[in-house]
């Protein structure tokens, strides 16, 4: 289980932590009324999910090095993804919110569960990357000789 950052402005990005972890970039549901943390659980999107939030798109940032930090850093400069730099373009007020650690599987979890009004900036397909990052994990793992039998199995184009 995990904690929400408490909502901050996009442009705020340098208050996230150099760290690993799953970050939510959103805009208000209502613009009139200000984007706060919740205190309450909720099962589905855990502890201090936002409210008045509505979550536009989801990233994650396996670098220690520049982190959560460094991925928010380019949205804001429209670096990152495209929706979000039309929203920037355009002068709408963004949010960011941001959860720490090994969060890789909840990115694909969150877009496999979404509902036509979330994530709507989010257009590659995640399940593919996550396959990728798992494959290259378990990878990591084999000795050099199981590389090369792995690497020279002759698949017949249905994975058998």
Known sequence: MFI????????AYGLAER??????????????????????KCPYLQE????????????????????IRGRLS??????????IKI?????????FIAAY???????VLFLALKMDNQFTDNVRCE???AAKRARKRVRAEMT????????NLDYDGRGL
């Open 4 to 11: 929400w950052s408490d909502p901050k402005p996009l442009t």
């Open 19 to 40: 760290r690993t972890g799953i970050y939510i970039i959103g805009g208000a549901k209502n613009r009139s009324l200000p984007v706060d943390g919740s205190k309450e």
């Open 48 to 67: 201090n999910w936002p409210e008045n939030f509505t979550p536009y798109y989801v990233g994650i940032s396996e670098s220690q090095h520049r982190g």
């Open 74 to 83: 380019s949205h804001c400069r429209s670096k990152g993804n495209k929706g």
């Open 87 to 95: 929203r920037i373009v355009a002068h709408e007020p963004l949010y």
């Open 101 to 107: 650690g090994d969060m890789a599987d909840y990115e």
């Open 127 to 129: 399940f593919d990357r």
């Open 144 to 151: 050099e000789s199981e590389q090369i039998f792995y690497d």
